[in-house]
């Protein structure tokens, strides 16, 4: 009989505050690199790159006997993911960092949704109303007919609901396959969904935009790691809220490193569609139920 291992919320804490750090982190680098190299290429060379983190998986991955079925997952999880990616990069040099950040919220919505269409998953009155909660706030983030929807915030649109599929493949995958046969797969499919796409439009790298994206896969994976130990440490209901630490360390550094403008409308909209991921996770733990909607950053590249 296993013992489960005792919550320490200040520990979660810690590790979900270095997540975001992380996460930050990759996003000045990639802003700091602007439009100079197509996203395509940056997402790829971000992830291939990235693949020598994996050399501790070689033994679970040679001793995994996938199924052809599995296969097909991992496939189409590699694709959403690899789409999303790109998406990401592109919007991130095109509209200010707090707008990436509050839009890449709407993501664990997105899986709410799609868990109960494709799931079987019960939408309870609850639920709907944060959802709906959630959507408000990406409309008062857009405010079409009030301001400029770029094509950066359509890509992020379109990266949230991608992100999501990729979620949902790797929630079906989880309960069949190692963790650690998940994360690698995921890895190399998204690095082989990325190789057309870079090589459609080429841009030679230099030497000082390799090592920045090569600290942007050092930090993504640096954060897929501490948000690992933030919640071996305390249940997602403690960690989650601390998420909306990212949007704050957003606006500051948009605001003093880029010179962006701090808007009032984009933090509103994302403290929503946060309240609403956090008041979603909740009730998930309050019924007992088995997590379905994930943390935030579990959505990100």
């Known amino acids: 009989m296993t013992t489960a291992l005792p919550h320490r919320p200040?520990?979660?804490?810690?590790?979900?505050?270095?997540t975001g750090v992380c996460f930050i982190g990759v996003t000045a680098l990639?802003?700091?690199m602007g439009p100079r190299m197509p996203p395509a290429e940056m997402a790829f060379l971000r992830y291939g790159m990235g693949l020598v983190f994996l050399?501790?998986?070689i033994g679970s991955l040679r001793a995994a006997q996938l199924t052809a079925r599995q296969w097909r997952l991992f496939g189409v999880r590699g694709l959403?993911?690899?789409v999303g990616v790109i998406l990401w990069f592109y919007a991130m040099v095109r509209i200010p960092i707090a707008d990436v950040t509050a839009m890449n919220y709407l993501a664990p919505v997105y899986v709410?949704?799609?868990?109960?269409?494709?799931?079987?998953?019960?939408?309870a009155f609850r639920r709907i109303a944060a959802v709906i909660a959630a959507l408000a706030g990406a409309a008062i983030i857009l405010?079409?007919?009030?301001?400029?929807v770029s094509s950066g915030h359509l890509?992020?649109?379109?990266?949230?609901?991608?992100?999501?599929?990729?979620?949902?493949?790797?929630?079906?995958?989880?309960?069949?396959?190692?963790?650690?046969?998940?994360?690698?797969?995921?890895?190399?499919?998204?690095?082989i969904t990325l190789a057309p796409f870079a090589l459609a439009n080429w841009v030679t790298p230099g030497p000082g935009d390799l090592a920045l994206l090569f600290c942007v896969a050092c930090l993504a994976t640096a954060g897929h790691y501490t948000m690992t130990l933030a919640f071996a440490a305390a249940p997602v209901t403690v960690t989650q809220p601390v998420t909306f630490t990212q949007l704050i360390w957003a606006v500051l550094l948009g605001a003093v490193v880029f010179d962006e403008q701090v808007d009032i409308w984009v933090v509103l909209g994302g403290v929503m569609i946060l309240a609403s991921v956090t008041f979603i996770t909740w009730r998930?733990?309050?019924i007992n139920r088995k997590p379905v909607t994930p943390p935030t950053n579990a959505t990100k590249l």
């Open 155 to 191: 890509a992020m649109l379109l990266a949230a609901v991608v992100f999501a599929g990729s979620y949902l493949s790797a929630k079906v995958l989880a309960d069949e396959v190692k963790p650690a046969v998940v994360v690698a797969m995921l890895s190399i499919f998204v690095t």
């Open 10 to 18: 200040a520990a979660g804490i810690f590790w979900m505050l270095v």
């Open 112 to 123: 709410t949704v799609g868990a109960a269409l494709f799931l079987g998953e019960t939408l």
């Open 30 to 32: 990639v802003k700091t």
């Open 284 to 286: 998930e733990a309050v």
């Open 55 to 57: 050399l501790p998986a």
């Open 80 to 82: 959403c993911h690899g």
């Open 143 to 148: 405010r079409p007919g009030f301001r400029e």
